[in-house]
């Protein structure tokens, strides 16, 4: 139950915290998994990030987070044909008919939150035998009544690693929360095999039911 967890402040100062793990892949090989996390996300973060979850935070203003695209923009002719063709993108001829903006994708939990973690800072990252790491736009930890602690990290793009093809993840993003024990050693899941939940009463992201999801990073130890 996520309820168990024990919030704790959330500081972004302090040394960086390192950890290692292991995943498997197919015909029993294995991979070397290394987190790396700059900060803690603040309790503005967390916030942030639920209450886009719950469909309650307030939308981003025009001209702040990323910036808007213009279709028009020459620079797009490659990735949006209709912006290059002779004014029929909206500047005049047939394309004038049909200036009406398409309808907004309906909100969803999951859009919401990949949307929020675009605009995210990067407090972190996760590694592995790929070229490129994964930026971990949430950390947040908390206590555990044995010592413990439940490290909840939250990646902008989706992290498979150790996960079988056939376990498509409906997110864009991965949830990975681990559970350490008071030696800084656990486990890892991910919602890439099970989904998220936001906890009221913990005030936490989280999967739903972490003790039904399968192991996923193995061996997770905290390293310098």
Known sequence: MLAAALACAQTPAGAPVNFTA???LAGGAHDSIRINILRWSTDADRDQLIGAWNLTA????????RPAIDENDPALADVNPAAGRGGRGGRGGRGGRG???????????ERSL???LERAMTV????????TGYAVRYAARSAQPDGGERIVL??????AAGTPAANASPYEFTLIELHLNSKGEG???????GKIAADA??????LENYAAAPVVLKSVKRSK
Not at 201 to 206: E, F, I, N
């Open 154 to 159: 939250v990646t902008e793009r989706p992290f």
């Open 187 to 193: 486990e890892g899941k991910t919602s890439a095999t």
């Open 22 to 24: 292991t995943v498997d």
């Open 124 to 131: 972190g990252y996760v590694w592995t035998s790929e070229v």
């Open 99 to 109: 200036g009406e903006a398409a309808e907004a994708p309906k909100p969803t939990p």
């Open 114 to 116: 990949k949307a929020a």
């Open 58 to 65: 307030a939308p981003t203003p025009a001209g702040r987070g």
């Open 201 to 206: 009463a913990a005030k936490s992201l989280g």
